[in-house]
T-cell receptor
Framework: GDSVTQMEGPVTLSEEAFLTINCTYT??????LFWYVQYPGEGLQLLLK?????DKGSNKGFEATYRKETTSFHLEKGSVQVSDSAVYFC????????????FGSGTRLLVRP | KAGVTQTPRYLIKTRGQQVTLSCSPI?????VSWYQQTPGQGLQFLFE???????NKGNFPGRFSGRQFSNSRSEMNVSTLELGDSALYLC??????????????FGPGTRLTVL
């Protein structure tokens, strides 16, 4: 079945460092790919998405490119801030009526001043 | 506009009891999905409702059930609670377009603790 694998955390960075969180997926066909962020005590917020191969999703300085050949959707940011500290989830969904999201295990990011 | 609302935010129950959680979607949204989040299993899909009908169901035992009302508000019920049901339960609402393209918006969750 479909699955998502993302790198184990926590990831600890200094402010202004470069961020990469790896995400790979297993799925037949062409799923849509997402990054969600969860701040302490809150629900999930959609950070960015991509719906087809080679699409680049971007938002708030974060970017991820849908790579069909490597089945990857790595999250990157050029310069992280303390306020980016949160848990990041990679997810996939099929473009059908189920609205079922399959999530990775989450990666906690801690940014130190 | 108001976001997704979940009530209550926190619940403590004992084994064997049952519990009902509520989710009010964003106005105009007709789809509500439920997820269970635990440290061990992560985020897992429970079920999705659209226009009062269950459209999809995850791999959970029959103790987990849900329903949706005509105003799109949804409830989920867990009967005969087990310790392993302790989790954060999240709901998400969307317009629910049949091509799966509608963005899902998550509520803050209900934290259920089973003692």
């Amino acid at each position: 079945g479909d699955s998502v694998t993302q790198m184990e955390g926590p990831v600890t960075l200094s402010e202004e460092a470069f961020l990469t969180i790896n995400c790979t997926y297993t799925a037949t066909g062409y799923p849509s790919l997402f990054w969600y962020v969860q701040y302490p005590g809150e629900g999930l917020q959609l950070l960015l998405k991509a719906t087809k191969a080679d699409d680049k999703g971007s938002n708030k300085g974060f970017e991820a490119t849908y790579r069909k050949e490597t089945t990857s959707f790595h999250l990157e940011k050029g310069s992280v801030q303390v306020s980016d500290s949160a848990v990041y989830f990679c997810a996939l969904s099929r473009l059908d009526s189920s609205y079922k999201l399959i999530f990775g295990s989450g990666t906690r990011l801690l940014v130190r001043p | 506009k108001a976001g997704v609302t979940q009530t209550p935010r926190y619940l403590i129950k004992t084994r064997g009891q049952q519990v009902t959680l509520s989710c009010s979607p964003i106005s105009g949204h007709r789809s509500v999905s439920w997820y269970q989040q635990t440290p061990g299993q992560g985020l897992q899909f429970l079920f999705e409702y659209f226009s009062e009908t269950q459209r999809n169901k995850g791999n959970f035992p029959g103790r987990f059930s849900g329903r949706q009302f005509s105003n799109s508000r949804s409830e989920m019920n867990v009967s005969t609670l087990e310790l392993g049901d302790s989790a954060l339960y999240l709901c998400a609402s969307s317009l629910g377009n049949s091509d799966g393209s509608s963005e899902q918006f998550f509520g803050p969750g209900t934290r259920l603790t089973v003692l």
